[in-house]
């Protein structure tokens, strides 16, 4: 997989404030990076034939799939950017960040400075000039940040994932099949 464009995309939000699109982000990118080793611990338990540590890796690589699928799919989607930026305004902080991108201009407009008595930042202008006919007009919190990239090939590689899952604990299941067989013909000689 490879990592350079989501760790790209993901400083280009670090300038958002307490943003929840970056958290997003950062988990889904961390859960990527700590599966791929995770994954090459079933090659010596199968060669072990560790029946127990199959049974307790195949839950966590199924849990971390699924998580991961999860953020996949919910990065794939348009994020309504609202609640971000309702809460970039409550706490006093510059949407900037928004404004630069989306040609937006405080939370429901460039009214929002006016009713709030600030001045109205440079960033809700074109090209930063302050000319009343350049002012944009809309509010940041209609924004979507849509998806920056295409998200089809982290899906199936997560769908690639659960299948691997699968097939581990379909191997661990015979392998208790197999070994309650041993037992009981075992016992049945013994007898």
């Known amino acids: 997989m490879h990592y350079g464009q989501p760790v790209s995309e993901l400083q280009r939000l ?96 460039f009214k929002d400075y006016i009713v709030f008595q600030k001045p109205i930042p440079e960033s809700c202008y074109v090209g930063h000039k302050p000319v009343p006919e350049n002012l944009h007009k809309i509010g940041c919190s209609t924004v979507k940040m849509t998806r920056m990239r295409s998200y089809t090939l982290e899906i199936i590689f997560s769908v690639f994932q659960f299948s691997l899952v699968l097939s581990i604990v379909t191997y661990w299941t015979l392998l208790r099949r197999i ?7 075992y016992f049945r000689n013994r007898a």
């Open 14 to 109: 670090t300038e958002c404030w307490n943003c929840l699109f970056k958290i997003y982000k950062a988990v889904g990118l961390t859960l990527a990076i700590v599966l791929l080793p995770i994954h090459f611990l079933v090659i010596p338990f199968v060669i072990l034939d560790a029946k127990r540590q199959l049974r307790i890796l195949a839950m966590i690589l199924f849990l971390a799939t699924w998580l991961e699928m999860l953020m996949d799919l919910l990065q794939s989607q348009p994020y309504q950017a609202i609640s971000d930026v309702v809460r970039i305004w409550q706490s006093g902080r510059t949407l900037k960040y928004f404004e630069d991108r989306f040609a937006c201009c405080g939370v429901l407009g």
């Open 179 to 185: 070994d309650r067989r041993r037992t009981t013909i």
